[in-house]
C-alpha cells in the first residue's frame, strides 16, 4: 500500500506516540488534556485515524464538532495536521530527477505519471522494456523512501548512497547509524548545508514505522 492504511494506527495507540515522540512546538498543544481530550474522541465514537480524518475532514465543521466533543478548535485543527501528515503526498514523476523526457513519454503513455502510479505499478514486479531494469528499480527504491514523512528527493537519494534503499531498510537500520552514515558520506560529497540531527532521523522513523514494507533492497 502506497500510503499509511490509517485504519490499523487505533486511537489509544497514537495516543502513546504523541507522548513519547518530540513535538513541534506548533504542535505541543495536542499534550493539553491529552488523555481527557482522547477519551471524549473514543466515547464519540472514534477508534483510530482513518475516523478521525473522516470526523475532521470538513474546516467549516470544526467549530461545531467541537462543541459537540468539548474540545478547543485549535485543539482539533492541529489534531487534523497531525493524522493528515501520515498521508503519503503523491509527487509527478519529472520531479524525481531520475528519467529523461523519453523515458517520461513512455511511463506516461502507461499512465504512469506519479509516484504513487509508479509505485503501485512496480511493486506487482511489472516491467517496461524501453527502460533498463537498473534505472526501473533505483527509481524504485527512491519513490520508496519518498513515502516516508521528512524525505525529500534529496535526501532519498542521499540514504540511497549510504545504503538505505527502502522503508525497510530505514526501519531496521539504527538512527545513530543512519546520522553517522549520513555525516560520513556529505563531508565527503558536499551534496547539502543540511544540519541533520538525531531528532530529524527519529522523526522519519516515527512514519516510516506505519508504512508496509514491500519493497525490499536490490
Not at 461545531?64 to 474540545?71: A, E, G, H, P
Amino acid at each position: 500500500m502506497y500510503s499509511t492504511d490509517l485504519t490499523k494506527i487505533k486511537l489509544y495507540d497514537f495516543l502513546e506516540t504523541l507522548k513519547t515522540v518530540q513535538l513541534l512546538p506548533s504542535h505541543r498543544i495536542l499534550l493539553t488534556d491529552i488523555d481527557l481530550n482522547f477519551k471524549k474522541l473514543n466515547s464519540f465514537g472514534i477508534n483510530n485515524l482513518a475516523e478521525i480524518q473522516k470526523l475532521l475532514k470538513n474546516k467549516n465543521e470544526h467549530s461545531t464538532i467541537s462543541k459537540k466533543l468539548d474540545i478547543k478548535t485549535e485543539y482539533l485543527i492541529i489534531f487534523n495536521r497531525m493524522v493528515n501528515s501520515y498521508v503519503v503526498k503523491s509527487i509527478s514523476l519529472d520531479k524525481i530527477g531520475i528519467f529523461n523526457d523519453e523515458e517520461l513519454t513512455f511511463l506516461k503513455n502507461r499512465k504512469l505519471i506519479s509516484t504513487q502510479n509508479y509505485y503501485e505499478h512496480f511493486v506487482k514486479k511489472q516491467s517496461i522494456n524501453e527502460i533498463s531494469k537498473d534505472k526501473l528499480i533505483y527509481a524504485l527504491q527512491i519513490i520508496d523512501l519518498l513515502r516516508i514523512n521528512g524525505v525529500g528527493i534529496e535526501y532519498a537519494k542521499i540514504l540511497y548512497e549510504i545504503g538505505i534503499k527502502s522503508v525497510a531498510d530505514y526501519k531496521n537500520t539504527k538512527s545513530e547509524t543512519i546520522l553517522q552514515k549520513f555525516k560520513e558520506f556529505n563531508d565527503i560529497k558536499k551534496l547539502t548545508k543540511s544540519n541533520l540531527g538525531i531528532n530529524d532521523i527519529d522523526y522519519c522513523r516515527r512514519f516510516c514505522e506505519k508504512l508496509d514494507c514491500e519493497i525490499e533492497s536490490m
